[in-house]
């Protein structure tokens, strides 16, 4: 059994494509093209281009030497956050931009909840001159306005979602039916490793430069490609899928996957789908989301913005499923002290979703001579508010 994708479009019993007829034309488009044109030498080319010119990368994966005294264990930040647009997101928008422009379409839409995909999303459109249109629930656009300012200044149109509770899912209503209505022209670039096959598996491959790149980083620092452990935090899970991807079938690395416990796992205000979750499909696929008995949806909640999100892309859930990582959920309060003492331990202020993963330290204890790599998804300029709030700064 492997941990990576299969033929069909599933890890395991989860993935697949669940959408309307009328989508199927889209995806089967997507599906029948996405490989031949990532194994394509020009598109590699340009991809690597951009993500070393545009993006900055490679990011550096840096020893946190303080971190690692404080934890008794050696502690190696993969620093995400030096990204241009300041997070891993850009990634994954630079792959498919680049995808939409070879599969001849003109016109870019998105969903966002937060705003931070939008941003990336707006960001990849503006540097390629292509039209942005990105779906935003009505409520989302009053919380994230510095977000929704920066679309704007780059040039996207900001449609606020009015239906339902007016937040991401029914952004992503709005996204799928103007996806519907413009088959031809138009790609929609999603946000993490969730939809429809293939979304997962591609969203899955651009993150991937993250544990390509730890691969020899590690290699020059400590001789050798493999950490012990990998830790990541999971919204929907492209930072994780990212940084786990070239040691999903290598058992010797251990994957933690870090959850958001928002005020406790059973408070009824948590994101911790894997525990919380039970099998149904959204978003297109087949995965563990929070629902009612009866199947509805549950709102989820957590402080951190990116990690609010009532499913996990089906990777992780096969994941959990199968005990190939394990999964800690890290309450609100648990993050903002863990992002607190980074800031002040290496002078690097994490966002918050990233600090749930930085938390995991406080968890659990490793050995002297582990080496732990965090993926240090994004920085935390965003969350300056909630940290101030917070700690009352
Ligand atoms: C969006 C976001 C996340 C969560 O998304 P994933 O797809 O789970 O990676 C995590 N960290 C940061 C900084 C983000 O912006």
Redesign the pocket.
Known sequence: MGYNINDKGYYGEFGGAYIPEMLYPNVEELRQNYLKIMAAPSFKEEFDQLLKDYVGRPSPLYFAKRLSDRYNTKVYLKR??LNHT????VNNTIGQILMAQRLGKKRIIAETG?G??GVATATVCALMGMECIVYMGEIDIARQAPNVARMKMLGAKVVPALSGSRTLKDATNEAIRDWINNPIDTHYII????GPHPYPDM?ARF?AIISEEMQWQLQEKEGRTTPDYVV???????????AFYHYLENTNVNLIAVEAAGKGIHSGESAATSVLGKEGIIHGSKTLLMQTSDGQITEPYSI????D?PG??PMHAHLYKTGRAEFISITDDEAMTAGLGLSKLEGII?????SHSLAVLDQKTFKPEDIVVINL???GD?DLQNYIDYFKL
């Open positions: 995400e956050d300041g997070a891993h997101k937060a931070q995909h946000g993490s490793v969730v969203v993150q990541a935090c999971v919204g929907g899970g492209s930072n994780a899928a990212g951190s913005a990116g990690l999100y996990v892309g994490p966002a918050i979703e990233t998804s994004g920085r965003k």
